[in-house]
């Protein structure tokens, strides 16, 4: 069992920066790859990023490459999503997501998920 609690959201300017953190309960994290999602206002949730288990792969939505940046400190027990250069259309609640394979991430396939944090960008 995993449990995730996401922190960092916030309201920002667009063009600013914020950084989520999930940290991660159990002695399984590091066996886990780790992703973040999003779902605004009368839309489905959407896959952001994801992290290898290792930290040595990472993917991110067409959207936000560039902008956005996922990592993960296995000894902490936490995975990061680094947010630069918010725009508007990036509010939505983020929701940090776990499953033994980042592919699967990719695809939507999740095992565990996070409460949410709202992040709201501001024009």
């Known amino acids: 069992q995993v449990q995730l609690v996401e922190s960092g959201g916030g309201l920002v300017q667009a063009g600013g920066s914020l950084r989520l953190s999930c940290a991660a309960s159990?002695?399984?994290?590091?066996?886990?790859?780790m992703g973040w999602f999003r779902q605004a206002p009368g839309k489905e949730r959407e896959f952001v990023s994801a992290i290898s288990w290792s930290g040595g792969s990472t993917y991110y939505v067409d959207s936000v490459k560039g902008r956005f940046t996922v990592s993960r400190d296995n000894a902490k027990n936490t995975v990061y999503l680094q947010m630069n250069s918010l725009k508007p259309e990036d509010t939505a609640v983020y929701y940090c997501?776990?499953?033994?394979?980042?592919?699967?991430?990719?695809?939507?396939?999740?095992?565990?998920w996070g409460q949410g944090t709202q992040v709201t960008v501001s024009s």
């Open positions: 159990g002695h399984t994290f590091s066996r886990y790859a």
């Open positions: 997501a776990a499953h033994k394979q980042s592919y699967r991430l990719r695809d939507g396939v999740v095992d565990y």
